[in-house]
């Protein structure tokens, strides 16, 4: 069965710094797709940005890139130059392509901290 | 709408009590998605439309949940006989038909429910 695993409950890091969270995911379909969503304090989920499985290149959105590495089933997201409003719970999510529609699966998420 | 829209924001009841939840979606928008969060949890899917009709509602946990979408926009999910087990955030999400799954979904903001 699907599965996202987010294994780091909570991470800090300092202003200015790079921080890296980890997702690792389980799938035996060639396609599907992978997202990292932001929930700040106030409970909306903001989409971060995306990874398909054919995709050839790592994906970058401004600060955020993903580490993507398909052998290793893993999809880190990078935060280049943490900013205060970067403290947030970021949840890695996957399309469940069995479902035939846009079904996505989410990670139990990370708690970022940005320190100044 | 600019955004996903739900209402109410926040939502006490007294156990045994029904409620209904609103979700107004992005205009255009055929895809339609409850989720649930639980207190330091991550999304737990509940049914999706597309259209007016659920294709899939694995995810609703009970026969006290039911949901249903009218015009192809306006979605309310109602829970009957509320539990305290139902207190958590049921946030609403839209997307494109399906196969635009690179644009994620938008989210609303969320309701959040109390059992008391």
């Known amino acids: 069965a699907q599965k996202i695993t987010q294994t780091q409950p909570g991470m800090f890091v300092q202003e200015k710094e790079a921080v890296t969270l980890d997702c690792t995911y389980d799938t035996s379909d060639p396609s599907y797709g992978l997202f990292w969503y932001k929930q700040p304090s106030s409970g909306e989920m903001i989409f971060l940005i995306y990874?398909?499985?054919?995709?050839?290149q790592n994906a970058t959105e401004g600060r955020y890139s993903l580490n993507f590495q398909k052998a290793r089933k893993s999809a880190n997201l990078v935060i280049s130059a943490s900013q205060l409003g970067d403290s947030a719970m970021y949840f890695c999510a996957m399309v469940d392509p069995r479902s035939g529609y846009n079904k996505l699966i989410f990670g139990a998420g990370t708690r970022l901290a940005v320190h100044p | 709408g600019a955004g996903v829209s739900q209402s109410p924001s926040n939502k006490v009841t007294e156990k045994g009590k029904d409620v209904e939840l609103r979700c107004d979606p992005i205009s255009g928008h055929t895809a339609l998605y409850w989720y649930r969060q639980s207190l330091g949890q991550g999304l737990e899917f509940l049914i999706y439309f597309q259209g007016n009709s659920a294709p899939d509602k694995s995810g609703l946990p009970s026969d006290r949940f039911s949901a249903e979408r009218t015009g192809g926009s306006v979605s309310t999910l109602t829970i009957q006989r509320t539990q305290q087990e139902d207190s958590a955030v049921y946030l609403c999400?839209?997307?494109?038909?399906?196969?635009?799954?690179?644009?994620?979904?938008?989210f609303g903001s969320g309701t959040r429910l109390t059992v008391v």
């Open positions: 990874q398909g499985s054919y995709d050839q």
């Open positions: 999400a839209s997307s494109l038909a399906r196969g635009a799954f690179s644009y994620g979904y938008t």
